[in-house]
């Protein structure tokens, strides 16, 4: 089992928040959002998005910085090394976007579709889901710094060999997710349903509620192989 991270402070940093212009200071897209696209002060809006019925959008190497996002549909986008920097995203559907070497900066979902989205090898700093779906969220050997999950159900996500330092929890429903020789520093998992999750061994050095114990103990007599009669 790998040691967990160090940090001096066992209580998690909160994430910062975009920094934005305000909103009468952003502009429509002047590019279709497509491979190595770049966009930069944007609000854009549905009718932004790629056609789908030109299949599934082709967006890696895509750069985004200090924009908001409403009800973009990126379903089963291929993102290879999208980066994200001071963005916002409101009702967007990301779900099955494959974002594998992802960089995302102050970056905030707000209600958004985040079902198989894959942020495999990923870089998640001062990020935020706020009420979005995420069952099956992909971060297998992402590094998450400063990461809040509020209200977000996100059911058999995999953090596989993730790094995972100051995270926070509200609300969330982390129920069958695999955390199999994750790492974790300054992580306040109180707010989370754990039951049924994977690897519990590996939460060394995260925080839990007394009323969590029981869901977190049985899933560690799982790991160790222990039988019950």
């Known amino acids: 089992m790998p040691p967990p991270l160090r940090r001096r402070s066992s209580t998690p940093r909160p994430p910062a928040g975009p920094t934005l212009p305000r909103r009468e200071q952003l502009t429509p897209p002047r590019t279709d959002l497509a491979t190595d696209a770049q966009w930069d002060g944007v609000l854009a809006g549905a009718a932004d998005a790629p056609d789908p019925a030109d299949g599934p959008p082709r967006i890696g190497g895509a750069e985004i910085r200090e924009s908001v996002l409403e009800g973009l549909r990126l379903s089963g986008a291929r993102a290879e090394g999208l980066r994200l920097s001071d963005v916002t995203l409101v009702g967007c559907d990301l779900s099955g976007v494959f974002a594998d070497g992802a960089s995302l900066a102050r970056v905030r979902f707000v209600d958004c579709r985040l079902t198989g989205l894959v942020l495999s090898d990923a870089r998640l700093t001062d990020v935020s889901l706020e009420d979005c779906h995420a069952d099956m969220l992909n971060l297998r050997m992402a590094r998450l710094e400063r990461v809040r999950l509020a209200g977000t159900r996100a059911r058999q996500a995999d953090l596989l060999e993730s790094q995972v330092t100051d995270l926070t929890t509200e609300a969330a429903d982390l129920r069958e997710a695999d955390v199999t020789r994750a790492r974790f520093a300054a992580a306040d998992l109180r707010g989370a349903e754990l039951e049924g999750v994977r690897g519990a061994g590996s939460l060394r050095g995260a925080v839990i ?21």
Do not use: D, F, N, S
């Not at 509620?209 to 019950?228: D, K, N, W």
């Open 209 to 229: 509620a007394p009323e969590q114990t029981l869901g977190v103990g049985l899933a560690l007599i799982a790991e160790a192989g222990i039988r019950v009669e």
